[in-house]
């Protein structure tokens, strides 16, 4: 496929590196108006170009992973020359409805929402589209399953879908952070503990995903009676543990739904 990126930024140059590694044989082409820090992607093939109309009449899917503000005025000057394309927009509360009207009804709108992780094949690629466009949508996701996971999903759920897996990673990250602090306090060095943690909470979840099965049922496995593990998580749990995690979840929701 021919896959086309405007906004070689934070999650641009993720999916196409993630596409270099983890779905090969496309060509990619990145799009910015400032290109001096991502011509490295030129050595891994990527073609990189100011131009955001840089051959994009040959491509299969065109991705816009630019902010909110910015859609305007790259469609000003893509539309013009584009017609029967699929664009995929990773923008932040950019709705179907909205970008179809813009794009007009010879383009296909589909909206995915993944994160950084697209980068290493990892990525929870939420994509939500129109029925009427579920043939153009494959190549979308197909080309997500290739970076980690890509559930369909109903648009109405995108907002929490940004809040679950894109903001997510940075909840995520924080519990890695502080097990890494809780670990230096009980006697490693920084570099150690991160290490332990990372992988620890990346076999958690590969675990969870293997087995398919809900998240209490192992951690009864690594649970002993009078253990030290059940101790750990009960004084967590009653310091607000998960609790916590809830209300920091449903805060980002509403902060997104403004
Ligand atoms: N980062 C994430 O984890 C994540 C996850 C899900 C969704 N999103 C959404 O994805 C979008 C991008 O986020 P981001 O974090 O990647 O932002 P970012 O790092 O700021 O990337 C945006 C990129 O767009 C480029 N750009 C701006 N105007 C442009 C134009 N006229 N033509 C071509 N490129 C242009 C910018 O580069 P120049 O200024 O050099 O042009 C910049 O590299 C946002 O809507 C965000 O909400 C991000």
Redo the contacts with the bound molecule.
Sequence with gaps: MKVHI???????VSIALGLTRFSKGHQITV????TTSILYLEELGVTVSKD?KHNIQEADVIIL????Y?VS??LAEILPVISNKVIAS???GLSIESLQNKIGESNSAIRI????AAQFGASATCIAFNEKHAIQAQNVVDLFQDLGTAPIIDEKLMDAA?VLA?SG?AFALRYIRASMQAGIEIGFDWKTALAISAQTVKGAAEMIMEENIHPEQLIDRVTTPQGCTIAGLNEMEMHGFSSSLIRGIKTSLKQIKG
């Design positions: 405007i906004g070689g930024g934070n999650l641009g799009t910015r108006r400032n955001n992973t630019i902010k909110p910015q005025t790259v990773g923008v932040s929402m993944p994160n950084i940004t894109a990673t």
